[in-house]
Each structure stands twice: as structure tokens, then as C-alpha cells.
Nanobody, 121 residues
Framework: QVQLVESGGGLVQPGGSLRLSCAASGRILRIGTMGWYRQTPGKQRELVAAITISGSSDYADSVKDRFSISRDNAKNTVNLQMNSLKPEDTAVYYC???????????????WGKGTLVTVSS
């Protein structure tokens, strides 16, 4: 079974930086788009950043110029470098990867369990 494991969350002061990573394991044939969502109580889950297999990326307006997404196809990994963090960035961050599993078939979304990022002094 395909599993995604996130790492890198934690507590950071405003203006600080964190780097999130998400690695997929299991029987994987192909991985398409990878990305990160975040969610806080009372708010809709928000797409933070996404990156295609060709390297094209998209960002939410609220994080553009502060966050940077990258991928390592050999390691089945997507990363999110977060700089100049603000209290409003506090959220649970969820990794997703669109994957064809080893049995073959169509792409489907796989999700990590989430990692908490808290930006506070």
C-alpha cells in the first residue's frame, strides 16, 4: 500500500523558516503532480503550492514570494521551503501526491496525515 510521510513541522517564531518534506513509499508506478494543502479551524482547506512532473509550480497568493516548492523524483519526495513565516501561516499542512500504484490503473490522490506548523512568539 502506498503511504506518504511528512516531516519538518514544528514551532517557529515569526520571520523564521521551516522546511517540510513528504516522501512516498510502497509499490509506485508513476507520480504526477505533488503539492501541499493547509487547514485551520473555521477555514476551508487551502492549496498552498503544487508542482507538476515538468517542474511548473503554482502558489497561493498569500505565500507567493515566501514559499518554494520542489520535488525529487528519484526519492518520491516533495519539499516546501517556508521563509518569512507569519502567524497566519499556522495550520496543519497536508502533503498530497497523485500516484498510479503498482497494480496499475488510473491516478488517484494519496494524502499524508498532516504535520502541524505553529508560528508564534
Amino acid at each position: 500500500q502506498v503511504q506518504l510521510v511528512e516531516s519538518g513541522g514544528g514551532l517557529v517564531q515569526p520571520g523564521g523558516s521551516l522546511r517540510l518534506s513528504c516522501a512516498a513509499s510502497g509499490r509506485i508506478l508513476r507520480i504526477g503532480t505533488m503539492g501541499w494543502y493547509r487547514q485551520t479551524p473555521g477555514k476551508q482547506r487551502e492549496l498552498v503550492a503544487a508542482i507538476t512532473i515538468s517542474g511548473s509550480s503554482d502558489y497561493a497568493d498569500s505565500v507567493k514570494d515566501r514559499f518554494s516548492i520542489s520535488r525529487d523524483n528519484a526519492k518520491n519526495t516533495v519539499n516546501l521551503q517556508m521563509n518569512s513565516l507569519k502567524p497566519e501561516d499556522t495550520a496543519v499542512y497536508y502533503c498530497y501526491q497523485i500516484i498510479v500504484a503498482g497494480t496499475g490503473g488510473t491516478y488517484r490522490d494519496y494524502w499524508g496525515k498532516g504535520t502541524l506548523v505553529t508560528v508564534s512568539s
